[in-house]
C-alpha cells in the first residue's frame, strides 16, 4: 500500500472520479503497482479514497482486450481500421452523415474527445456524438448555459472550505466524492461554527457532517429554492445591487417564486415548516454559502429546472464568484469536465461553443479548415439508442462505456445493438455486457498506460501519464479515431504524432478569435513542447496565453457570457413534476457505493475493494420488509413494466417507507440478474436530456428460494445452473453468494458444478435442510460451499481468507465446516475499512472492551481509517451506537 517516491515514482491523476486527485504511482521490478496521494496537487493534497488507494490492484491485464478483434477473432489493426471506415463511409454515403454515431465517455482523456468530436461535426458532418456524461451532470451543464451563457462552474474547491454555510443537495459525498468530503471534514473541524446542511431524501453516510439533514421527497428541490428566493426577498435578504447591475429576469422569478405559500411548499418538499424556516433562516444570515451538487440534482425530469432555482438564489444574493460563495456542480466522472469543454455532447461545438451560434459555427470551421461544420444538435444518448433500435443508425462506435448496463430502458440497449447493423466496441476490457455485441472491438489503453488531459470538477486541468507498458497491441483511443479519419480522406487534418500535438491543437483552438467573450481559453497551453507537455502541472482555466496560471473564479462582477453579458434568472417550468406513478407501490433510487466505481470493470478486480459490499442490494425500510414479509438477508425481486432485477435485502432506516435504494454497479459480469436500469424508464429532462434515475416506481416481492448458499472457490465456477448468482474477487479467488428455486436440487451435484472433484468433508443436516461441504486438494482447500433453506449465516470476512490459509489440520477442516473460527480465532464481521481490512466486530470490541469512544482512538487501536478515511463515517455510526448503548448502561 505505501509507496516511496523513488526514481521509477510519477505524478499523474486518479481516473475515478470528478474529484481529480493527484497519485504518486510507483512501479517494482516485479511489474507491481503502487500508489500514494500527491502531497502537492490541489485537489488532494496527498490524500486518496479507498478506490483511489487500490488503483495499484486494478492493473494487471487478466480480463484485458489485448488485440483488435473482428467478430470475436482476432485480427490485424489494419483490417479492423480499414473495415470500420469503410462501413462509416458506406453508411454515410447510402443514409447521410446522421445514420452513423459515436457514444464516448468521461473515461475518455481531453485528446480522444477532441479528435472524435472534430471527426464527427468537422469532417462525417454530423452531431451524432454524445458521452455517457449525458447521464451525470448534463442538467448542470443546460443550467449553467441558460443562466451564464456558457457551462461555467464559477467556483473552486477551497470555496466549500470557506463557506460558513454548505448546501449539499442530492449528493452523497462521503461515498461519491470522498477526498473532497473529507476536505469539507477538516474545514469543519477546524471551524465548528461552518454549518452543513444535507438535503436529501435517503439518510446516506454524507449525513455524519450535517448540522441539519432536510429529507426532502424526491424532486423536490425546485419548490425548495423557490421558497428560499421568496423568503430571501421577504426578508430582506436579497444583494439588489448584483440583481441591478448584473443580470436580467429577476422579475418574473420572483414572481413565481412567491406564489406558494410556505405551508406548499412544506407538501411538495415533505418538509416540516419548521424546518423549512430554520434553513431559509439560515441561508438569510450566512452570506458565505455554497451550494454543493450532483447526481440527486441532475438526474430529474426537472433537473436543469433544479439547477436553476439553485442557480437563482446565488445570482439574487450575489453570492457567486467571491471566496466562499456559489453554486457548484460537482462531477462524476474524472474528464466529464474535460468532455464539456471539447463538445463532446451532442448539442455543443468543441471549447464551449454553441452550435447554435453562427459565429461559433464559422470559428470552428474556419479553425479546423474543415470542409463542413454541423448546424443542428445531434441525438442525446437516450434518443441517440432509440434511433438505433428503430433503425436510423447504421453503424454506431462505442468508446469507453459499458450502455447496456449504464443507459436507462438497458434491456432496449441491448435489442438496439443486437439490431445495429455494425457495432464497434473500443475498451480495455475483453469481456463487458456491451463487448458481447461488437462487430470490432478495438483494444484501447487503460489507466497507466494512455497519456493526456483531465479536467475536474473545479477546472483543474492535470495529467494522466504513461508508467506502465501497453498490453498486447493496445492502443490509445485519440490514435484509433484518428486511423479512421485518414481512411475516410481526411489524413490532412487527423495526422497527430503524438497526444500533445492533440492538446496544442486544442488549446489554440480555445484562444482563436477569442477576445474575452468565450470563458474557456487555455491559449497558454498551446505552445506546450513535448517535455513541458510531460511535465505538465495542474492548473485552474483560464489559463490564456501570455499569463501566469492562477486560481480563478467567474462572475464577481457579473461578465456573463450572455450577449448583454448579464445573468439570465430562470423561472423553472416543472415546480413539482409527477413521475411517480401510483399504480406502483414503491419508488427506488439508485446511487453508487464506496468502494465501486460504475461497472466495476476495474475496481472489480481488487478483493479489497470487494470486501465491503460484496453482492448487489436493496436498502428497504423495515417497516416495509415487515409489509412485504421480507426478512433481513432474504432475496428479493424488484420489478417494473421494464424488467425485473433480484437482490438481497438490507433492512434500515436509512431509507424513508416506500422508498428502497440500489447501487448501479452490478452488471451480468458480476450477477444473475442486477443491471438496475433495466428497470429505470428512458424519461428525461426536456432541456438537458439527462435521465431521471432517481425517482423510478417499482415493485417488490420476497424472491422464493429453496435454498441459498454461500461459496469461497479457488477457481472461477460456472454458475449458469443458479436462479440467483453474485461473484466477488476475493484473495486467492472468489466468493459467491447463490440461491435456487427447484426444491429438488441435487446438494452433491451444485457442490460439484461449485468446487469441483478433490478430497471432501461434507456435513448434512437433515432436520434443518443444511449441508456443508469443503473440498481440499492436500493441505489447501479448494473451495467450502454451504447450503441453506434460510440465508446462509457464517463468517464470510473469516472465511475469503481461508483460501490463502493451510488447512492441515482436523481442527482447522472442521472451523471450515463450521463456517467460523473456533474459540482461538476472531470472526472479524463485516468489512467497514478496507485499507486495513477491519470488520465492524473488532471495531464494536475496541469500543465496548478497549475503551475507544473516538475516531482517533479507533484509530489509534485498530489503524480503521487512518488511510484514505473514506470509512471514517461508518466507524463514526459504530461510535454512535455503541457508546450512546454503553453511556445508558
Ligand atoms: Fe479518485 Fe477517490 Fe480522489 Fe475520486 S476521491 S479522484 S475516486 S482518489
Redesign the pocket.
Known amino acids: 500500500m505505501t509507496v516511496g517516491r523513488g526514481e521509477n515514482t510519477i505524478k499523474t491523476t ?1 481516473p ?6 493527484g497519485i504518486l504511482a510507483s512501479t517494482s521490478e516485479e511489474g507491481g503497482v503502487s500508489v500514494l496521494g500527491d502531497p502537492e496537487h490541489p ?2 493534497f496527498g490524500r ?2 479507498s ?3 487500490a488503483l495499484g490492484e486494478t492493473t494487471d491485464w487478466s480480463d484485458r482486450l489485448l488485440y483488435p478483434e473482428i467478430a470475436g477473432t482476432r485480427t490485424h489493426w489494419d483490417h479492423a481500421l480499414d473495415l470500420i471506415s469503410s462501413k462509416f463511409s458506406d453508411a454515410i454515403a447510402a443514409y447521410g452523415p446522421d445514420s452513423v454515431a459515436f457514444y464516448i465517455s468521461g473515461q475518455l482523456l481531453t485528446e480522444d474527445y477532441y479528435v472524435a468530436n472534430k471527426l464527427m461535426k468537422g469532417y462525417i458532418g454530423s452531431a451524432n456524438i454524445d458521452t455517457n456524461s449525458r447521464l451525470c451532470m448534463a442538467s448542470s451543464v443546460a443550467g449553467h448555459r441558460r443562466a451564464f451563457g456558457t457551462d461555467t462552474v464559477p467556483g473552486t474547491y477551497e470555496d466549500l472550505e470557506l463557506a460558513d454555510l454548505l448546501i449539499l443537495v442530492g449528493s452523497n459525498l462521503a461515498w461519491c ?4 468530503y473529507q476536505r469539507i471534514v477538516a474545514a469543519k473541524a477546524s471551524r465548528p461554527e461552518m454549518k452543513v446542511v444535507l438535503v436529501e431524501p435517503r439518510l446516506t453516510m454524507t449525513n455524519d457532517i450535517a448540522d441539519i439533514h432536510l429529507p426532502i421527497r424526491f424532486d423536490g428541490d425546485v419548490a425548495l429554492f423557490e421558497g428560499l428566493l421568496a423568503y430571501l426577498k421577504e426578508k430582506n435578504g436579497l444583494n439588489e445591487e448584483y440583481i441591478a447591475a448584473y443580470t436580467t429576469g429577476f422579475d418574473a422569478a420572483l414572481a413565481a417564486a412567491s406564489h406558494y405559500s410556505l405551508a406548499e411548499i412544506s407538501v411538495e418538499t415533505g418538509l416540516e415548516i419548521s424546518d423549512l424556516e430554520e434553513f431559509y433562516r439560515l441561508c438569510l444570515k450566512t452570506e458565505k454559502t455554497v451550494t454543493v451538487y450532483s447526481q440527486g440534482v441532475n438526474q430529474s425530469i426537472a433537473g436543469t429546472d433544479k439547477v436553476s432555482a439553485i442557480i437563482n438564489c446565488h445570482l439574487a444574493t450575489g453570492r457567486i464568484g467571491r471566496e466562499g460563495m456559489g453554486p457548484f456542480s460537482i462531477t462524476g466522472q ?1 474528464n466529464a469536465m474535460g468532455g464539456r469543454e471539447v463538445g463532446g455532447m451532442a448539442n455543443m461545438l468543441a471549447c464551449h461553443m454553441d452550435i447554435e451560434n453562427a459565429d461559433h459555427r464559422s470559428i470552428t470551421q474556419r479553425f479546423w479548415n474543415s470542409p463542413m461544420i454541423v448546424d443542428k444538435p445531434g441525438l442525446k444518448a437516450v434518443d441517440l439508442f432509440r434511433a438505433i433500435r428503430d433503425g436510423e443508425i447504421k453503424a454506431v462506435w462505442i468508446m469507453g462505456t459499458n450502455p447496456v448496463d449504464s443507459l436507462p430502458e438497458a434491456d432496449l440497449v441491448k435489442e438496439a445493438l443486437e439490431t445495429c447493423p455494425f457495432v464497434v466496441v473500443s475498451d480495455i476490457v475483453q469481456r463487458t455486457d456491451t463487448t458481447a455485441y461488437a462487430d470490432v472491438a478495438l483494444p484501447s489503453e487503460g489507466w497507466g498506460e494512455k497519456e493526456g488531459l483531465v479536467t475536474n470538477s473545479e477546472r483543474r486541468i492535470s495529467r494522466q501519464q504513461r508508467f506502465l507498458p501497453s498490453p498486447g497491441e493496445a492502443r490509445a483511443d485519440w490514435w484509433q479515431i484518428a486511423q479512421v479519419a485518414k481512411r475516410m480522406g481526411y489524413e490532412y487534418a487527423f495526422d497527430f504524432p503524438d497526444a500533445a500535438s492533440v492538446a496544442r491543437e486544442y488549446a489554440a483552438m480555445s484562444a482563436f478569435e477569442n477576445d474575452g467573450d468565450r470563458d474557456f481559453d487555455i491559449g497558454a497551453l498551446s505552445h506546450m513542447t513535448a517535455r513541458e507537455f510531460a511535465d505538465f502541472s495542474p492548473v485552474q482555466w483560464p489559463f490564456k496565453d501570455g499569463e501566469n496560471p492562477r486560481s480563478t473564479r467567474f462572475f464577481t462582477k457579473g461578465e456573463f457570457y450572455t450577449s448583454d453579458r448579464k445573468a439570465r434568472f430562470q423561472v423553472p417550468a416543472k415546480r413539482n413534476p409527477k413521475s411517480f406513478n401510483h399504480t406502483y407501490s414503491y419508488t427506488l433510487t439508485t446511487g453508487r457505493i464506496r468502494d465501486q ?1 460504475h461497472t466495476m470493470t476495474r475496481t472489480g478486480k481488487s478483493s479489497r475493494l470487494s470486501q465491503h459490499l460484496a453482492e448487489p442490494f436493496v436498502e428497504i425500510h423495515p417497516a416495509d420488509a415487515e409489509d412485504l414479509r421480507i426478512k433481513e438477508a432474504e432475496l428479493v425481486e424488484i420489478y417494473n413494466d421494464h424488467g425485473s432485477i433480484i437482490v438481497r435485502a438490507l433492512l434500515t432506516d436509512r431509507v424513508s417507507q416506500k422508498s428502497v435504494f440500489l447501487p448501479m454497479h452490478w452488471t451480468d459480469q458480476f450477477a444473475s440478474n442486477a443491471r438496475i436500469n433495466c428497470l429505470v424508464p428512458a424519461n428525461t429532462d426536456p432541456y438537458s436530456g439527462q435521465p431521471a434515475s432517481k425517482n423510478v416506481p417499482c415493485l417488490i416481492k420476497r424472491f422464493t428460494a429453496s435454498y441459498y448458499g454461500f461459496a469461497v472457490t479457488r477457481e472461477k465456477p460456472n454458475l449458469s445452473k443458479f436462479d440467483y448468482w453474485a461473484i466477488a474477487k476475493c484473495d486467492g479467488g472468489w466468493r459467491i453468494e447463490l440461491a435456487i428455486e427447484d426444491r429438488t436440487a441435487d446438494y452433491a451435484e451444485m457442490a460439484k458444478d461449485i468446487l469441483g472433484a478433490g478430497e471432501i468433508l461434507d456435513y448434512q443436516d437433515q432436520r434443518k435442510g443444511e449441508y456443508r461441504i469443503a473440498v481440499f486438494d492436500g493441505g489447501d482447500v479448494k473451495g467450502v460451499f454451504y447450503l441453506s433453506p434460510t440465508p446462509v449465516s457464517v463468517s464470510r470476512s473469516w472465511l475469503v481468507n481461508q483460501l490463502c490459509a493451510s488447512h492441515e489440520s482436523k481442527i482447522s477442516r472442521y472451523e471450515l465446516l463450521a463456517g467460523r473460527p473456533g474459540a482461538e480465532g476472531q470472526d472479524i464481521g463485516a468489512i467497514v475499512c478496507s485499507c486495513f481490512s477491519v470488520g465492524r466486530n473488532q471495531i464494536v470490541d475496541a469500543v465496548t472492551k478497549k475503551g475507544c469512544v473516538t475516531l482517533p482512538s479507533v484509530g489509534g487501536c485498530l489503524k480503521a481509517g487512518t488511510n484514505c478515511g473514506s470509512c471514517r463515517s461508518e466507524i463514526q455510526e459504530i461510535l454512535n451506537e455503541f457508546v450512546v448503548i454503553q453511556a445508558a448502561e
Open positions: 486518479c475515478y472520479c470528478g474529484v481529480g486527485c485537489a488532494n486518496l479514497c478506490k483511489g488507494s466524492h470522498p477526498v473532497l474524472p466505481w
